[in-house]
């Protein structure tokens, strides 16, 4: 087993054991393995050990790797993790099928119209501002039903919510308070839980944990 497939076996079994203490089925949870700033050759040996789902946080450098990697593995999926610009609509959604972000009005309208103009529309995440940071993106938790009935007003399909915890506390308060408002607002996607916490999101309803340090490292 190459050093690549033991990582992803191992956070394999991390998210099994965390789901079946919740009482889940592991395979209810997709791993997403964060490949920003990762080579091609880095991310072909986790293709080769039998991981599909990436993320990407920046449109330019995703653009620069993954067409011809995307070429040569057809069946990768490729997700969106990062703040999208939305003159950077258009290029995002050619290049991804999930977008994990959006956070506002302006990106709805810019992934709609780049939807149309590529003929196809990807399935999108709402980024809630879970910690209520300044400096960080995400809908304000109080703007969050008037958002939401937006987003099922266009053609995007909506996944669920995502939300990335202030860097400090301890993390499972968030992802249970980002759980009861996907409860709330009838959403079953959970995309919260990164290397360090994927674990204690999986047991509080993750349905996508986006892990990168763990993976190549």
Do not use: C
């Amino acid at each position: 087993m190459t050093d690549a497939a033991s990582r992803l076996d191992s956070i394999h079994q991390g998210i099994s054991d965390a789901a079946r203490l919740a009482r889940r089925l592991p395979e209810a949870v997709t791993l997403v393995a964060v490949s920003k700033t990762r080579s091609a050759a880095e991310i072909e040996q986790l293709i080769a050990a039998g991981q599909r789902d990436f993320g990407e946080s920046r449109v330019q450098e995703a653009d620069a790797k993954w067409p011809a990697l995307v070429e040569r593995y057809p069946d990768v999926r490729l997700h969106a993790i990062g703040r999208l610009q939305s003159n950077k609509a258009e290029d995002a959604v050619r290049l991804f099928g999930t977008i994990h972000s959006l956070d506002r009005s302006s990106l709805l309208r810019a992934l709609v119209q780049a939807g149309a103009k590529v003929g196809r529309l990807p399935t999108v995440y709402v980024q809630v501002n879970i910690g209520d940071e300044q400096q960080k993106g995400g809908v304000a938790m109080a703007d969050l039903p008037g958002f939401l009935d937006q987003v099922r007003a266009s053609p995007l399909p909506l996944a669920g919510l995502m939300a990335i915890p202030p860097l400090g506390p301890e993390p499972s308060p968030y992802f249970a308070l980002l759980a009861k408002l996907a409860r709330r607002h009838k959403l079953d996607g959970l995309s919260i839980g990164m290397s360090g916490d994927y674990r204690a999101a999986v047991m509080l309803g993750a349905t996508v944990v986006r892990v990168g340090s763990a993976l190549f490292e």
